[in-house]
């Protein structure tokens, strides 16, 4: 009885020990809060000059979040004003970040693929529109008509074709633009 009352007290002052001291300790919590505010502010403000096309502020605020928090949302936004920058390196660079921290978000295949596709990067590309087509289960013309373009270039017509032959399924507007290889 002795043993296990005393056993109590002594978890109870445990306890209590560990709470004053961990209470005490708050500048790391709050560093954190406070970079994780200020990156949240600096989010947003980009979030919101993106929207107005002033890419070049944007970036510079994305950066400063970025600094303070690394954050999928926040190399997410960045990857996309690298894409509306026409910034293709950092573009793509950022999606293999993305796809790092986040597999299984589809935007940021779409974005890489279009940022690989960009730089000629072909092979990186077709990876990027595979896994959103097969995982995905989406068909868009664009998807089709753009993974064909890199499969020509990387010497596979045939495939490129099949792709071709499947964007002017989904939409007869890309049935005009390569005709001899869709028949």
Not at 21 to 34: L, M, Q
Not at 43 to 61: C, K, M, P, V, W
Not at 139 to 160: C, Q
């Amino acid at each position: 009885m002795y043993m296990m009352c005393h056993f109590k007290m002594t978890m109870m002052c445990l306890i209590a020990f560990t709470t004053v001291f961990t209470a005490c300790d708050t500048t790391t919590d709050t560093r954190y809060s406070e970079n994780a505010t200020q990156a949240r502010k600096h989010y947003l403000i980009a979030r919101n000059e993106t929207q107005s096309g002033e890419f070049h502020s944007a970036l510079d605020n994305i950066n400063r979040a970025l600094e303070l928090q690394q954050n999928y949302y926040y190399f997410y936004l960045r990857q996309k004003i690298h894409n509306n920058m026409e910034s293709w390196v950092n573009c793509a660079e950022d999606g293999d970040k993305l796809i790092q921290l986040e597999p299984g978000h589809f935007e940021s295949y779409l974005l890489t693929a279009e940022c690989n596709y960009q730089l000629g990067q072909y092979k990186k590309a077709i990876s990027s529109y595979d896994w959103f087509i097969l995982r995905n289960d989406i068909s868009k013309p664009d998807f089709f008509f753009k993974r064909g373009n890199s499969y020509l270039e990387i010497g596979k017509p045939k495939k490129a074709a099949l792709d071709w032959n499947k964007a002017c399924y989904l939409d007869d507007t890309y049935c005009s633009t390569f005709p001899k290889l869709i028949n």
